[in-house]
């Protein structure tokens, strides 16, 4: 069984990536250490960038082997760059990584219902939850809360007689009729 949390370092409250570099490698990859932060507090989140950022490391070092690097060699200076091109590439896109999915509590941690509401939250918490929530209060709460005072079809309207005027000084009737058509059809979908 492989250790769910092998590569992880917290510190600060933040976690990192840190890994040896294997002694097969060392040859070909002059660092004792990698050390990323993950910058995430999260540690669901911190256990995905870490297994993508291992990925790019197995990928980045069987590159350099495969074409043979050492430190001595010039002919492989362009291919060594570019097998460090996409690591860094493959890393940075690792630690930038986010997760569709996160567990009940980190996903409405600090969140009021109106502000959990209000960022589409109660959709994910239902999908991710698959009728599995222990919080069943926050639900029925959710459930009675009151609908919006005002409908989408009056926002529209106030948003075309009062914010979008400025756009709309210039142009002609006909500009003005398509205008609000397309921003009606967005409305409408």
Not at 38 to 67: F, M, Q
Not at 69 to 88: F, I, K
Request: hydrophobic share 35%.
């Amino acid at each position: 069984m492989r250790h769910e949390d092998r590569y992880l370092w917290r510190r600060g409250g933040n976690w990192h990536y840190l890994r040896r570099v294997p002694v097969r490698f060392r040859a070909f990859d002059p660092r004792p250490y990698i050390r990323l932060s993950l910058k995430t507090r999260s540690i669901v989140l911190a256990r995905e960038r870490r297994d993508a950022i291992d990925e790019a490391n197995n990928v980045y070092w069987a590159g350099l082997v495969d074409i043979g690097v050492n430190g001595s060699d010039r002919l492989n200076d362009r291919p060594r760059r570019a097998v460090q091109e996409r690591y860094e590439a493959s890393t940075l896109r690792a630690v930038s990584l986010n997760i569709k999915e996160a567990p009940l509590n980190e996903m409405l941690l600090g969140l009021t219902v109106s502000e959990a509401l209000g960022q589409g939250r109660l959709a994910a918490l239902n999908e991710s939850a698959g009728g599995d929530i222990h919080d069943r209060n926050f639900l029925n709460s959710v459930k009675t809360c009151s609908p919006p005072p005002a409908k989408l079809s009056e926002a529209f309207e106030l948003y075309c007689e009062k914010i979008a005027i400025k756009d709309l000084v210039h142009k002609s009737h006909e500009q003005r009729m398509h205008w609000r058509k397309s921003k009606l059809r967005s409305v409408s979908n």
